[in-house]
């Protein structure tokens, strides 16, 4: 699992939470259901069966992988539209291309981040390259569905390529940790995503027996997915481990902690740190559209049935489709 690392994090600068601080305490440990997406990559659905209001302001997060491609089996998704919300996906090994009918696109590879603000609406495709197909490989990545509020559910569309090699780089108070800021702030430091609902989203590697207490605007919700490892989490010590998703209360910090022996194909716990400020709106969301109605999910699909979410390029012309799980 490389994303992006350093040799030594002790070279990093440091993040430690205040003395007296409130932690946070874990509400709730769930374990995400396997399925599949697109043209059949497996998945985990991460926050399958947690409630909303716990989630707000993010919508779904799908761990793509970790699998281990034979030649000629790597996937993707076809063609499908979307309005109202933002797509995150960040790779952790193997090659993604993007392409959308705004034009915005590219590829993206281990430690990269495609941000994808849909807003009013557009057509895009996610694919491995032809490269990875013919001579098959390993994928593991994440995509992430952020809510937009309703002032900028019809922005124009947008699209960020953010390189890991811009992603901040910090460590934990006694550098047993690295912590990749990918968007949002963490004692000051700033991520380089650019988003219009706040947000905190990062990924972290924790040796094993390490222990992290980060501060946490107390005015977001916090989660923790568990990409690879085992570990726990709050000052309860809940255990969680890979494929699992801990919802923590209120609160002005969160602690993690890796347990001391680890599994064989990852050295450390990996996680994925979110947090977001609720948007606290109705949220309808039906297949590739989330709205703020009934209505707005109903004007979604005759707007695109009638061309106005934008057209598939020339060079890449195949049948959109509004598959409910296209992502």
């Known amino acids: 699992m490389p994303a ?20 946070r305490p874990v509400l709730a ?4 259901p396997g399925g599949f997406e697109g043209e ?24 793509m992988g970790e699998v281990e491609y034979a030649p000629g089996e790597a996937k993707g998704t076809p063609w499908h539209p979307h309005r109202g919300f933002e797509t995150v996906t960040y ?20 430690g990269d981040t ?18 990875l197909v013919v001579s098959g490989g390993l994928f593991h990545g994440l995509q992430l569905w952020v809510n937009l509020p309703r002032e900028h559910k019809m922005m124009p569309p947008r699209y960020q390529d953010i390189d890991g090699g811009r992603v901040a780089l910090l460590t934990s108070a006694d550098g047993g940790a690295l912590l990749r800021l990918i968007a949002g702030e963490i004692a000051g430091h700033r991520g380089p995503g650019v988003t219009h609902t706040p947000i905190t989203m990062l990924h972290v590697s924790l040796n094993p027996g390490a222990q992290l207490t980060l501060p946490w605007r107390p005015d977001f919700n916090a989660l923790a997915y568990g990409l690879a490892g085992r570990g726990l989490a709050g000052a309860e010590e809940r255990p969680f481990r890979t494929g699992q998703t801990v919802v923590f209360g209120h609160g002005e910090t969160l602690t993690l902690r890796a347990d001391a022996s680890q599994e064989s194909r990852s050295p450390n716990l990996e996680v994925v740190l979110l947090g977001g400020l609720p948007i606290r709106e109705p949220m309808f969301h039906y297949g590739p559209f989330v709205m703020n ?9 005759e707007d695109f049935q ?19 799980s296209a992502s």
């Not at 059949?40 to 761990?63: E, K, N, S, T, W």
């Not at 790779?91 to 281990?110: A, K, R």
């Not at 109605?293 to 699909?301: G, I, N, T, V």
């Open 29 to 32: 440990v769930s374990t995400a």
């Open 91 to 110: 790779l952790i090994d193997g090659t993604f291309v993007h392409q959308d009918s705004n034009g915005g696109g590219g590829v993206i590879n281990g």
């Open 114 to 131: 495609q941000w994808m603000t849909a807003g009013s609406g557009l057509l895009h495709i996610e694919a491995p390259p032809e490269e």
């Open 293 to 301: 109605s009934h209505a707005e999910l109903a004007q979604a699909f």
């Open 4 to 23: 992006v690392t350093v040799e030594n994090p002790l070279t990093l600068p440091r993040v430690a939470a205040p003395d007296g601080a409130v932690n």
């Open 40 to 63: 059949g990559f497996p998945v985990r659905r991460a926050f399958a069966g947690i409630d909303y209001r716990h989630l707000d302001p993010f919508i779904m997060m799908d761990q």
């Open 306 to 324: 009638a061309g106005r979410l934008g057209t598939v390029p020339a060079t890449r012309r195949t049948q959109p489709e509004t598959d409910a």
